[in-house]
């Protein structure tokens, strides 16, 4: 087993710094002899952990982990440069360093999965197998698929976040909501029609007894109403939310309190539970009630 430098500016990027160190002349053989040498030693340990050393094909899956997840832990500690990454590579950790921050930022970003338990402990399976890569490997979809999982791990963090100051209740069924902006328009619009309440799962018994006002229904009263909630929140958290917002999210919630008045109108009218069952089913289908709630009255 060695770590083999291909002639290429793609793959991993580590590769990509020991290739241009060689073309530039920084890079000497006995360097990165040493380079490879702690590579290997870092493949047995990562081996002997999780899969089994004395097996080649699975040496070499160590291999390709440790390449993915040094090359994860350089771009970040060098941000991207290749003259900081050799300089990190060079250094008496060598290796160690970049490993060690690569896999605390997979283990940072990975979901804790109620279901069966990742072989890596913290760190997700998929999503190492996405950043894992040979060494001669033309693309390395590692960063991409490493900023796909933080950019899933921030939204995560911000339904967390808009769930514990704006719910009453605080144990969630994880498919409950399927996006932030779900989570956020449910905010907004209980808060909207009940004075700032805290969200409960009565909004559709509550709106028996709601006055609907006609300067309500604006697309400029609703970001009103959604900036009022982001503004109770972090400042960080807060534009994270806003920078994760499509362009269709007030223009949606408009549409929902025009369903709210339906609604209330067909309510009044007492209507069957089955009719409002329905009326709700058919609107549903026609254009998701963005922020609507879609639980029982209780």
């Not at 047995?44 to 040496?59: G, I």
């Not at 040094?70 to 300089?87: R, T």
């Not at 769930?163 to 209980?190: N, T």
């Not at 917002?245 to 919630?253: M, N, S």
């Amino acid at each position: 087993m060695q770590l083999i430098v291909r002639d290429t500016q793609q793959g991993p990027f580590l590769t990509k710094v020991i290739y241009q160190a060689q073309a530039e002349d920084t890079l000497s053989a006995e360097q990165l002899s040493q380079i490879k040498g702690k590579a290997v030693l870092m493949s047995l340990k990562f081996a002997d952990k999780f899969y089994n050393k004395y097996k080649m094909h699975l040496l070499e899956q160590a291999a390709h982990d440790v390449i993915g997840i040094v090359s994860l832990g350089l771009l970040a500690l060098s941000e991207q440069d290749q003259q900081k990454a050799l300089q990190l590579l060079l250094a008496p950790e060598g290796l160690v360093k970049p490993f060690q921050k690569g896999w605390s930022m997979l283990a940072a970003v990975s979901r804790k999965s109620t279901g069966k338990a990742s072989l890596y402990g913290e760190v997700d399976e998929q999503l190492l197998a996405q950043v894992s890569s040979p060494p001669q490997a033309e693309d390395w979809p590692g960063w991409q698929a490493y900023q796909q999982a933080l950019t899933e791990h921030h939204r995560l963090h911000a339904m967390q976040l808009l769930r514990q100051q704006f719910y009453q209740r605080q144990v969630f069924d994880e498919f409950e909501h399927f996006s932030l902006e779900e989570v956020l328009a449910e905010v907004v619009l209980y808060r909207a029609l009940t004075a700032g309440d805290k969200v409960k799962q009565d909004l559709k018994k509550r709106l028996r007894q709601i006055t609907l006002a006609e300067h309500w229904f604006s697309e400029a009263y609703l970001i009103m109403q959604t900036e009022t909630v982001l503004s109770e929140l972090p400042a960080d958290n807060a534009a994270a939310i806003r920078q994760d917002l499509g362009q269709h999210f007030v223009p949606a919630l408009l549409r929902t309190l025009h369903f709210c008045r339906d609604y209330q109108q067909l309510q009044q009218t007492e209507a069957s539970p089955e009719k409002l069952d329905a009326f709700e089913h058919k609107h549903g289908l026609q254009s998701p009630l963005l922020g609507w709630p879609h639980y029982l009255d209780l």
